[in-house]
């Protein structure tokens, strides 16, 4: 299309929308409802022009505004006591939070998801779900370190999980190994519940001087808006085609892809990019360009600032010349940036860009009065209160109800399963568990991904936490964890989420760093659904208190709705991220034994609770009953005895427990370095009154194994008694012993153990 | 003693390479891709990543770099330059070495923790290993199968330039398992894996990289 | 001994990081003339004997069923080509 | 606006793991007519107005010099298409 046809006679400007209130409009193709088109047409006092339209539609969607959850979110604030803001730099609201790791460090981290992109396309989806959380990261004057994969998937042997897994797999890899940032865990859980509907959330973790943090804001009257990075293509832009087809007829562009697709290369060189310019100190707000693009990063600017802005929209460098102003505002093509610089730096900020080969384009301007205006070709085409875009989008208090089903459920337990009545039968159930989809070695996924680059990764796959140092010097740096499991979370929605808390919480603990800060991602059915609406909640609220209780406060997270096949939900899945802190990350603890003759520790009080747990599911396809109790009490004392164990060098392994219980803790630990252990659990199972079966299989919370020295066994022993902490003795590690020796009751050699672990991935997806 | 450690865009693991040159207590000099100038170093680390994306094919572009101008002759000449994975393609893109990187035989990229054996202790880069030594370092590409032609293999097996070659299972299908090569002066060296991840207790598998670096401190100061 | 050979293209609207990243290097090496670069896939399936129509309806399908993902490619031509060497 | 195609395939000798890959696949899908599948790369290069012989000479050198690796793969042709959309 020639410039004119593109320019003035076709384009719906502010002056025509008020000389033609009647023109129809297509809010319900875009996803608005009447009342809220009425509000978009009360608050400009005239109708919308159809660029206007197409950013209230996006920004006032659920994925931007939040609509459904919002109401809930007071949860977070009035759950967060000031000694729990104390190291909160920046809270909740902004792009990501962060947190005051000492020694001038601060560190933040969030996570996203990208669950429906995937599902169409594995690959690009899951690709452009890393790149958008690290330019979060990025945006907030970090540099992104690390990142974190929680994935879940539908049953690993139907056809589908063969196209999808290996695609998610790949683009994950692909874009996180491209950009140079070490994946330091995550999960893979395969749940039929995913089937239609698999979760890939991305988890980004950056670090920065105190002094360098960065805002999305626009201040300064004068000060220049500046874009920069990719060109602008008709990416994601979907439901804008339906506006544009509503409002022009033929002769405009065909097809707009819904698929975004992402380039790792550009995205690497637009980190180094921003870092050198916010070294240089040349930017005073920025923003990054994700979800609703354009529409979103100058409504977010301008209402965080203190004035309005003046933006000229026919200025943004195009991949495809034929997009129309709606849909630039729409596009969420990836890697591009949006800054806000002083005339005076912006010389300076130009030749930052030109170094390393990144476009950068000023659009507009910081300007009085309390306006964003969007022209096109010199006419206005927008002209609204930025705050009523991407601040005050409608709000739903949706009904609740506690699901009837719960009750059925909850009845029935897993105490009618047949358990193992023989030593046989133990082991049979012990080396199935190991090679279940949930519990099988992951290695197939994660050696796709580099867990090494940067240099500064001190623990990842598969151990218990990823540890990465933030500070070269001093080797200050942080631990990371992400847990879920779902069905805890269906069977009771607040206990499911404080027990993912408490794993994750755990994990950073095992390995031996001070637990610090919360991040989630909650991914959930369709809010209309009060059953689902009602889950979300109690989520929300679990995880709220349980920080309270824990003293660590949530700094940020995602909210992910409308995740069902038809009208089936997936389980509630509120994915928890912990984040802790160590003076040093070379100490950290590993999660498996090495060195013969240490004594083995369990940690903490098993109770007969297989409710939802791994071998009623792996086993017998069974869910039913209560999940685990949760004792958060008893978490953060074992989590401080872990941190104080690890600092003294009390302990050079610790393992947490969870899915599976005892006995896969005790696989995993072997296997981690092949060095065998004598287990006898006699003492165990009469003080806490459970048969050896619960013992090894149960999912009780807030228990740990631990291999000490002996030399410091009595120190160790001293520790846990004067605090109270609940410890048996409960093995050796020894090079001798093939494996796992239970002694007087079963062994399980290394090559079962190990044949059984790492087989279940390779059959199904190849070498 | 100068380290010169080339930036490309898309570098990834130049931070790695600068801080295993410094754990040697040698001086490391950042090399940008756009400028033909390598500031008088003593010797050249092309860095791990993907430069440029790698999307034509890997090192591709990054051999028409104005740095690889100037350093193409000068390796030439006898300056050591070691090329660690994504820096091995650019050596053999560059015709510096013989032979070319492929995708991995299973299509996929990995990391992983790699026995190597040293099959050849008189390179620039490995004096300070014993023949036949075994190693383990850090492994992570997606296109890490080195192919070559028989002769071009015989030749190279026949001169000694077989460097390093993976023990066990052949991890990528690399021809012959090479895990790196020489060309016939010893002072250049390319190889897949990657020696500067280990160098630092606590990090990485291993502290096996290190002596990469010592050995061409020794080189450089016999030169 | 027979080929059918297939061309596999990113949609026009779709990003083209590869095309863009060559397109990028041309002018550096004194190739000023061309104004955009797109890179796709080819494929060569060898049958025994002459290429029938059968084996060119097949090819087909798999173009669309394996070789192309529908979301972002297009089949941009499947042929017959002289028998192989 | 012309376009230049530009096919290069792997050297019949040099191991190709996705086209491997693909081969080994189709028969599940029930293809099994198709004894050997290689994979390898087509650009197409844009220029104005249509494409002229140096066109295709700038073009052949560049597939040489860029766009393929003589030590493992073959520009198997170099050819004008009809002007694109
Ligand atoms: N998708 C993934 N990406 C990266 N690491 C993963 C992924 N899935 C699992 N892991 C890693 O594999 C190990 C085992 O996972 P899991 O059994 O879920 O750990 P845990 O029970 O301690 O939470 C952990 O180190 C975890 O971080
Ligand atoms: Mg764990």
Same mark, same amino acid.
């Given at each position: 299309?020639?410039?004119?046809?593109?320019?003035?006679?076709?384009?719906?400007?502010?002056?025509?929308?008020?000389?033609?209130?009647?023109?129809?409009?297509?809010?319900?193709?875009?996803?608005?409802?009447?009342?809220?088109?009425?509000?978009?047409?009360?608050?400009?006092?005239?109708?919308?022009?159809?660029?206007?339209?197409?950013?209230?539609?996006?920004?006032?969607?659920?994925?931007?505004?939040?609509?459904?959850?919002?109401?809930?979110?007071?949860?977070?604030?009035?759950?967060?006591?000031?000694?729990?803001?104390?190291?909160?730099?920046?809270?909740?609201?902004?792009?990501? %939070?962060?947190?005051?790791?000492?020694?001038?460090?601060?560190?933040?981290?969030?996570?996203?998801?990208?669950?429906?992109?995937?599902?169409?396309?594995?690959?690009?989806?899951?690709?452009? %779900?890393?790149?958008?959380?690290?330019?979060?990261?990025?945006?907030?004057?970090?540099?992104?370190?690390?990142?974190?994969?929680?994935?879940?998937?539908?049953?690993?042997?139907?056809?589908?999980?063969?196209?999808?897994?290996?695609?998610?797999?790949?683009?994950?890899?692909?874009?996180?190994?491209?950009?140079?940032?070490?994946?330091? %865990?995550?999960?893979?859980?395969?749940?039929?519940?995913?089937?239609?509907?698999?979760?890939?959330?991305?988890?980004?973790?950056?670090?920065?001087?105190?002094?360098?943090?960065?805002?999305?804001?626009?201040?300064?009257?004068?000060?220049?808006?500046?874009?920069?990075?990719?060109?602008?293509?008709?990416?994601?832009?979907?439901?804008?085609?339906?506006?544009?087809?509503?409002?022009?007829?033929?002769?405009?562009?065909?097809?707009?892809?819904?698929?975004?697709?992402?380039?790792?290369?550009?995205?690497?060189?637009?980190?180094?990019?921003?870092?050198?310019?916010?070294?240089?100190?040349?930017?005073?707000?920025?923003?990054?360009?994700?979800?609703?693009?354009?529409?979103?990063?100058?409504?977010?600017?301008?209402?965080?600032?203190?004035?309005?802005?003046?933006?000229?929209?026919?200025?943004?460098?195009?991949?495809?010349?034929?997009?129309?102003?709606?849909?630039?505002?729409?596009?969420?093509?990836?890697?591009?940036?949006?800054?806000?610089?002083?005339?005076?730096?912006?010389?300076?900020?130009?030749?930052?860009?030109?170094?390393?080969?990144?476009?950068?384009?000023?659009?507009?301007?910081?300007?009085?009065?309390?306006?964003?205006?969007?022209?096109?070709?010199?006419?206005?085409?927008?002209?609204?209160?930025?705050?009523?875009?991407?601040?005050?989008?409608?709000?739903?208090?949706?009904?609740?109800?506690?699901?009837?089903?719960?009750?059925?459920?909850?009845?029935?337990?897993?105490?009618?399963?047949?358990?193992?009545?023989?030593?046989?039968?133990?082991?049979?159930?012990?080396?199935?568990?190991?090679?279940?989809?949930?519990?099988?070695?992951?290695?197939?996924?994660?050696?796709?991904?580099? *867990?090494?680059?940067?240099?500064?990764?001190?623990?990842?796959?598969?151990?218990?936490?990823?540890?990465?140092?933030?500070?070269?010097?001093?080797?200050?740096?942080?631990?990371?964890?992400?847990?879920?499991?779902?069905?805890?979370?269906?069977?009771?929605?607040?206990? %499911?989420?404080?027990?993912?808390?408490?794993?994750?919480?755990?994990?950073?603990?095992?390995?031996?760093?001070?637990?610090?800060?919360?991040?989630?991602?909650?991914?959930?059915?369709?809010?209309?659904?009060?059953?689902?609406?009602?889950?979300?909640?109690?989520?929300?609220?679990?995880?709220?208190?349980?920080? *309270?209780?824990?003293?660590?406060?949530?700094?940020?997270?995602?909210?992910?709705?409308?995740?069902?096949?038809?009208?089936?939900?997936?389980?509630?899945?509120?994915?928890?991220?912990?984040?802790?802190?160590?003076?040093?990350?070379?100490?950290?603890?590993?999660?498996?034994?090495?060195?013969?003759?240490?004594?083995?520790?369990?940690?903490?009080?098993?109770?007969?609770?297989?409710?939802?747990?791994?071998?009623?599911?792996?086993?017998?396809?069974?869910?039913?009953?209560?999940?685990?109790?949760?004792?958060?009490?008893?978490?953060?004392?074992?989590?401080?005895?872990?941190?104080?164990?690890?600092?003294?060098?009390?302990?050079?392994?610790?393992?947490?427990?969870?899915?599976?219980?005892?006995?896969?803790?005790?696989?995993?630990?072997?296997?981690?370095?092949?060095?065998?252990?004598?287990?006898?659990?006699?003492?165990?199972?009469?003080?806490?009154?459970?048969?050896?079966?619960?013992?090894?299989?149960?999912?009780?919370?807030?228990?740990?194994?631990?291999?000490?020295?002996?030399?410091?066994?009595?120190?160790?022993?001293?520790?846990?008694?004067?605090?109270?902490?609940?410890?048996?003795?409960?093995?050796?590690?020894?090079?001798?012993?093939?494996?796992?020796?239970?002694?007087?009751?079963?062994?399980?050699?290394?090559?079962?153990?190990?044949?059984?672990?790492?087989?279940?991935?390779?059959?199904?997806?190849?070498? | 003693?100068?380290?010169?450690?080339?930036?490309?865009?898309?570098?990834?693991?130049?931070?790695?390479?600068?801080?295993?040159?410094?754990?040697?207590?040698?001086?490391?000099?950042?090399?940008?891709?756009?400028?033909?100038?390598?500031?008088?170093?003593?010797?050249?680390?092309?860095?791990?990543?993907?430069?440029?994306?790698?999307?034509?094919?890997?090192?591709?572009?990054?051999?028409?770099?104005?740095?690889?101008?100037?350093?193409?002759?000068?390796?030439?000449?006898?300056?050591?330059?070691?090329?660690?994975?994504?820096?091995?393609?650019?050596?053999?893109?560059?015709?510096?070495?013989?032979?070319?990187?492929?995708?991995?035989?299973?299509?996929?990229?990995?990391?992983?923790?790699?026995?190597?054996?040293?099959?050849?202790?008189?390179?620039?880069?490995?004096?300070?290993?014993?023949?036949?030594?075994?190693?383990?370092?850090?492994?992570?590409?997606?296109?890490?199968?080195?192919?070559?032609?028989?002769?071009?293999?015989?030749?190279?097996?026949?001169?000694?330039?077989?460097?390093?070659?993976?023990?066990?299972?052949?991890?990528?299908?690399?021809?012959?398992?090479?895990?790196?090569?020489?060309?016939?002066?010893?002072?250049?060296?390319?190889?897949?894996?990657?020696?500067?991840?280990?160098?630092?207790?606590?990090?990485?598998?291993?502290?096996?990289?290190?002596?990469?670096?010592?050995?061409?401190?020794?080189?450089?100061?016999?030169? | 001994?027979?080929?059918?050979?297939?061309?596999?293209?990113?949609?026009?609207?779709?990003?083209?990081?590869?095309?863009?990243?060559?397109?990028?290097?041309?002018?550096?090496?004194?190739?000023?003339?061309?104004?955009?670069?797109?890179?796709?896939?080819?494929?060569?399936?060898?049958?025994?004997?002459?290429?029938?129509?059968?084996?060119?309806?097949?090819?087909?399908?798999?173009?669309?069923?394996?070789?192309?993902?529908?979301?972002?490619?297009?089949?941009?031509?499947?042929?017959?080509?002289?028998?192989?060497?």
């Amino acid at each position: 299309m020639d410039e004119v046809t593109r320019s003035a006679a076709h384009v719906d400007t502010v002056s025509r929308a008020a000389q033609s209130p009647d023109v129809e409009q297509p809010w319900l193709e875009l996803g608005l409802k009447s009342d809220e088109y009425e509000r978009i047409r009360e608050i400009l006092g005239r109708r919308p022009t159809s660029a206007e339209l197409a950013m209230y539609s996006v920004m006032w969607s659920e994925h931007c505004s939040y609509k459904s959850s919002k109401v809930h979110f007071s949860l977070w604030g009035e759950n967060t006591t000031d000694e729990m803001r104390e190291r909160l730099l920046v809270g909740i609201g902004e792009n990501a %939070g962060v947190v005051d790791i000492g020694d001038g460090w601060a560190v933040t981290f969030k996570a996203e998801s990208h669950n429906h992109p995937s599902y169409v396309e594995p690959y690009q989806g899951a690709a452009t %779900g890393v790149g958008g959380i690290v330019r979060d990261i990025m945006s907030m004057g970090a540099r992104p370190l690390a990142v974190m994969d929680p994935l879940r998937f539908g049953n690993l042997n139907h056809p589908d999980t063969l196209r999808v897994l290996p695609g998610v797999v790949a683009g994950v890899g692909g874009y996180g190994n491209c950009l140079g940032l070490p994946n330091i %865990g995550g999960e893979v859980v395969f749940d039929d519940c995913y089937q239609g509907n698999p979760l890939v959330n991305a988890l980004c973790v950056g670090a920065m001087r105190v002094e360098d943090i960065h805002l999305a804001k626009a201040s300064g009257v004068g000060n220049k808006v500046v874009l920069f990075g990719a060109k602008t293509g008709g990416d994601g832009i979907g439901g804008v085609s339906v506006l544009a087809s509503e409002t022009f007829d033929e002769g405009g562009p065909t097809k707009r892809p819904a698929v975004q697709v992402g380039d790792p290369f550009a995205e690497k060189v637009l980190i180094e990019c921003c870092l050198d310019l916010y070294a240089a100190h040349v930017v005073d707000g920025i923003q990054d360009l994700g979800g609703a693009g354009l529409s979103c990063a100058t409504s977010e600017l301008a209402s965080n600032g203190d004035g309005g802005m003046r933006v000229e929209l026919d200025r943004v460098p195009l991949r495809d010349a034929s997009l129309r102003p709606e849909e630039i505002l729409m596009s969420e093509s990836q890697e591009r940036m949006m800054a806000v610089v002083e005339p005076s730096r912006l010389g300076q900020f130009l030749e930052i860009t030109d170094r390393w080969d990144v476009e950068a384009t000023v659009l507009g301007e910081v300007t009085d009065g309390d306006h964003l205006v969007i022209t096109w070709h010199g006419e206005v085409i927008v002209d609204v209160p930025p705050r009523s875009v991407a601040h005050e989008g409608p709000t739903y208090h949706r009904p609740l109800e506690r699901p009837a089903y719960l009750d059925v459920l909850h009845d029935s337990t897993p105490d009618s399963l047949p358990r193992p009545a023989d030593a046989e039968g133990l082991k049979a159930d012990l080396l199935s568990l190991l090679a279940s989809p949930n519990l099988c070695d992951k290695s197939w996924v994660t050696d796709q991904y580099d *867990r090494y680059v940067q240099g500064n990764t001190a623990l990842a796959m598969p151990d218990d936490a990823g540890v990465v140092r933030v500070d070269e010097q001093t080797g200050r740096g942080v631990a990371i964890s992400t847990d879920c499991n779902g069905r805890f979370a269906k069977l009771d929605p607040y206990a %499911g989420a404080q027990l993912a808390l408490a794993e994750a919480y755990r994990n950073v603990a095992t390995a031996g760093a001070v637990p610090l800060a919360v991040t989630d991602c909650l991914n959930f059915g369709s809010p209309e659904d009060p059953g689902v609406m009602w889950q979300f909640r109690e989520a929300v609220r679990g995880i709220a208190e349980g920080c *309270r209780h824990l003293g660590i406060p949530v700094t940020g997270g995602n909210v992910s709705f409308y995740n069902q096949t038809g009208d089936t939900a997936i389980h509630p899945t509120p994915v928890v991220g912990v984040l802790g802190v160590m003076d040093d990350v070379a100490r950290r603890t590993p999660s498996g034994w090495k060195a013969p003759g240490q004594v083995i520790y369990l940690l903490g009080r098993t109770r007969d609770e297989l409710g939802g747990g791994e071998w009623a599911h792996a086993l017998h396809g069974h869910l039913g009953g209560r999940p685990p109790r949760v004792d958060l009490d008893a978490e953060r004392l074992l989590a401080d005895i872990l941190v104080n164990a690890s600092r003294d060098g009390l302990v050079d392994a610790a393992h947490d427990l969870s899915d599976g219980g005892l006995a896969i803790a005790l696989a995993e630990a072997t296997l981690r370095y092949g060095v065998g252990a004598r287990i006898w659990l006699d003492a165990v199972c009469e003080r806490d009154r459970i048969d050896l079966f619960t013992a090894l299989f149960s999912e009780s919370a807030a228990r740990a194994v631990v291999a000490v020295p002996r030399s410091e066994e009595v120190r160790f022993t001293d520790m846990c008694t004067a605090r109270g902490q609940v410890h048996a003795r409960i093995g050796v590690v020894d090079d001798e012993t093939d494996g796992l020796d239970l002694q007087g009751q079963l062994t399980v050699t290394l090559a079962e153990l190990r044949d059984a672990h790492t087989g279940t991935l390779p059959a199904v997806f190849g070498r | 003693m100068k380290i010169g450690v080339v930036t490309f865009p898309g570098s990834l693991d130049d931070r790695d390479a600068v801080r295993a040159v410094g754990a040697v207590g040698a001086e490391a000099v950042p090399l940008w891709h756009g400028d033909a100038d390598l500031r008088a170093v003593d010797a050249v680390v092309l860095p791990g990543g993907f430069s440029y994306g790698d999307y034509l094919r890997c090192g591709a572009i990054a051999r028409f770099s104005p740095v690889m101008e100037a350093l193409v002759p000068a390796a030439r000449g006898g300056l050591p330059v070691l090329g660690i994975c994504n820096g091995f393609q650019v050596l053999c893109e560059s015709h510096l070495l013989p032979g070319a990187l492929i995708r991995n035989d299973h299509r996929k990229f990995s990391c992983l923790d790699q026995r190597l054996v040293v099959e050849n202790a008189a390179t620039a880069w490995t004096s300070q290993f014993e023949q036949g030594q075994e190693i383990t370092i850090v492994l992570k590409n997606g296109e890490g199968g080195f192919v070559a032609d028989d002769r071009t293999l015989d030749e190279l097996e026949g001169e000694g330039r077989v460097v390093f070659r993976y023990a066990g299972d052949n991890p990528n299908g690399s021809y012959r398992a090479i895990a790196g090569i020489t060309n016939e002066r010893g002072n250049v060296v390319g190889l897949m894996p990657h020696p500067e991840h280990c160098v630092e207790p606590g990090y990485g598998p291993s502290l096996d990289g290190l002596p990469f670096f010592t050995s061409v401190l020794q080189a450089m100061a016999q030169a | 001994m027979g080929n059918v050979v297939i061309d596999v293209m990113l949609k026009p609207e779709i990003l083209d990081p590869q095309g863009q990243a060559v397109g990028g290097v041309l002018p550096r090496l004194g190739f000023e003339q061309f104004t955009e670069v797109r890179q796709g896939k080819r494929f060569v399936l060898t049958v025994d004997g002459d290429v029938t129509q059968e084996h060119l309806s097949a090819a087909r399908q798999a173009a669309e069923k394996l070789l192309s993902n529908p979301v972002i490619e297009d089949v941009v031509s499947v042929r017959a080509e002289g028998s192989a060497q």
